[in-house]
């Protein structure tokens, strides 16, 4: 049976790849197989979630077997006495939301993509836009389950709120990309949703004059939900997207804010303290949040309908996000390339995304591979990383590479070597 | 020079071990030089915090080197931009408090002893009475610096908020009790200090009518500070020790918990609905306030001027904690073993400590082990794990691995042999 080409293809690239085979494992009791025949054969295995990755972790490259672990996908137990949501592999962010939307509780982890496996956000340690108050995926996962190379199975964490009993095997296989083992089922940390929230959009002249407040909001001992920012010109593509209309509000360069919490005064509280930082804010009503939020949600899928991208997710310690914003800007204008600049202000995280456009494929190659020389170089420079949240995959190795140290990079080998000797997992993805 | 006695005694046993050596370095450069040094002659080494463990695993049982890195102790550095205190391994919790009491920013980790060393608390991944609502010291550490066997050094973690660029090596070394490298620094990270708090005392008849009420508040949204539990003969050590009273209250069991934030108007709403879940609730003045965190800050070192104690630090999933308490207590009473019980409500972390008083050396070893192969298998069964907080050192290393999985403790192993192929770093502590 022909392999459908959607698991072949790189999602940021367009290139298609090759791959020897396909399965699509429906407990884990067939991963296990799937990985025994795999090592019987010599052959390798890269493990699919749902096929949203930015790095391209999951490419094969070099006929690989390939399992998507899409039909791996139950909701396990809800357990409200311990808090914990368990569920397989498969199970995506939007499924955790819609079964969550009628309880009181709800998964923290607010990842760009709500296609997005949860299997594949442990594996990429994705983030998203409530990292700033509710952490990345690492911070709420209490449990897992992982089938390693040698295909015996190990329980990592547990629900146990503490734990200084042994080595944390956990957090290994957390933002591994598939290279240690697979994981196949989860036990999830939900919280008690909060009973209001509110939404404030401020307006500033140009990221030089908002990124200050970033600062400023994150020293004030506020501890917001979301803390987003974009320019007028990211938000344009998910307009013409969407056909949806950006409120009214003065300024290029935005914050969107989430304030959320159990008291209504407290919040509305902050929310005067947050108007103060600019003179275009703008308090969202429930109809404008819920378009400002599809429209911020959309860029990079908006993006895609006009144009290739490149889709850059570096983090920088959060006193060096205005400088470097800035700087991307001015070496993306000398290399005369289209890019648009978002992210989790919060976090210091900065979604660079770089546009094709009109280019030729060679002229894209040449601007894009000097550009992203010299980004990386920059993050290096002022202590930051290559990806926050989306991993290395293959598109970041070489950058990953060239700015690890040769202790940590030899650190991160002898791990893998331990755990899959003969790298029958996700081969020469992060590192060679 | 002999040795002073301190550093060979199990702090928990009162055994005294033998060492060929005690080395005090001061730098980096000095560590990486003595494991060089203990590798050339084939030596072992054991490094040492603040010498206050309760597990044994500063113990040296085998003729080894010690290290202690009391006088690796400068704070480096206070970064408020990006909310980081740099400091050394052997600075103590009581430095980073004194040194940050002038600022807005705390240190939100608060174990039991203050003279315990910043490096020691991350080689246990000590929890305290802050971890319910701030965590453990893994969720409260930035990035370190790791001297490892072969002497080569790395860099852990790092000040971003974010990343998903290759392996997790920080969390591996956290709680690896000093078997995995040596971590000589470590950039913590602090936040501003809450303007607000609120102490309240809840007492109950018992810890059978206290139990159901901390799943109630865990439950109801509200996320305090501390949440302890403490039974009054437990108290009653440090009452006899400081010579301090316990506030006039009614009740055999209490609840002490403590609630922080900005709004004060939302903390008052917050006490009120706490005072609706006992008949007995005490707000606490800040005079008593005091009082009474010393007093429950002071159970385990009240107890040791009394006789010798058996620190237990068990953790079970917080549906548990009401049966286990329970279940721990009816077993000691069947061995007529004295026993008090306190702990971390929040976390289901509970603290039983067993007491010798006037037992023979042979009856207390006796019972104690009858005892804990009990305790233990309770709480294996419960699906807790051995230790919370303190580490396994020697003292839990039977029990720990009795319960551990054949695969989740291989993958251990597997791991030691990575970093330390030689066994050169606390050979024997947490397993064989």
Redesign the interface.
């Known amino acids: 049976m022909a392999i459908d080409k959607k698991y072949l293809t790189n999602r940021v690239t367009g290139e298609i790849g090759q791959a020897s085979a396909i399965h699509f494992p429906k407990t884990r009791q067939e991963v296990v197989k799937i990985i025994q025949e795999v090592r019987d054969n010599q052959q390798k295995l890269i493990t699919i979630g749902a096929h949203t990755g930015l790095s391209g972790a999951t490419f094969p490259d070099d006929n690989q077997v390939l399992m998507s672990l899409e039909k791996l996908n139950k909701i396990v137990k809800l357990d409200?006495?311990?808090?914990t949501l368990t569920v397989e592999a498969g199970v995506t962010i939007a499924e955790i939301s819609n079964f969550l939307a009628d309880t009181p509780y709800f998964y923290a982890p607010d990842p760009g993509s709500k296609a997005a496996s949860i299997g594949g956000n442990a594996a990429?340690?994705?983030?998203g836009m409530r990292?700033?108050k509710y952490g990345?995926t690492?911070?709420n996962i209490r449990g897992m389950r992982v089938v390693?190379a040698d295909s015996?199975?190990?329980?990592?964490g547990?629900?146990?709120?503490?734990?200084?009993?042994?080595?944390?095997?956990?957090?290994?296989f957390?933002?591994?990309e598939g290279t240690?083992g697979v994981i196949t089922d989860l036990d999830l940390k939900i919280q008690?949703?909060?009973?209001f929230t509110r939404d404030i959009l401020l307006g500033f002249e140009s990221l030089t004059s908002l990124a200050p407040k970033v600062?400023e909001i994150?020293?004030?001992?506020?501890v917001p939900a979301t803390l987003e920012f974009f320019e007028r010109d990211s938000i344009a593509f998910s307009e013409r997207a969407l056909g949806l209309a950006f409120p009214k509000i003065v300024g290029q360069a935005f914050l969107l804010i989430t304030l959320d919490g159990?008291?209504s005064?407290?919040l509305d509280?902050e929310l005067t303290y947050l108007t103060t930082l600019s003179e275009h804010a703008l308090v969202l009503t429930k109809e404008t949040r819920e378009n400002v939020w599809q429209l911020r949600g959309a860029i990079v899928s908006s993006v895609e309908l006009e144009t290739i991208q490149e889709p850059l997710?570096v983090?920088?310690?959060?006193?060096s996000v205005a400088p470097t914003i800035l700087a991307l800007k001015k070496m993306a204008k000398a290399e005369a390339l289209s890019a648009i600049f978002f992210g989790?202000a919060?976090?210091?995280?900065i979604h660079a995304n770089i546009l094709k456009n009109q280019l030729t494929d060679e002229e894209w190659i040449g601007k894009l591979n000097k550009y992203l020389d010299q980004l990386y170089a920059y993050i290096a420079k002022v202590?930051?990383?290559?990806?926050?949240?989306?991993?290395?995959g293959i598109l970041?190795k070489k950058y990953?590479q060239n700015y690890?140290?040769k202790?940590?990079?030899?650190?991160?080998k002898?791990?893998?070597?331990?755990?899959d000797p003969t790298s029958l997992l996700n081969p020469g993805k992060?590192?060679d």
């Open positions: 409200i006495e311990t808090q990429t340690n994705a983030g990292a700033v990345v690492r911070d390693l015996s199975e190990i329980q990592v547990s629900i146990n709120r503490k734990d200084s009993s042994g080595y944390d095997l956990k957090d290994i957390i933002g591994s240690l008690p949703k909060p009973q600062f994150l020293s004030s001992g506020l159990n008291d005064v407290q509280k997710d983090v920088v310690p959060i006193n989790h919060g976090d210091g995280n202590g930051g990383k290559p990806s926050a949240e989306h991993g290395i970041k990953f690890i140290g202790n940590e990079l030899s650190a991160m002898r791990l893998k070597s331990v755990f992060i590192f």
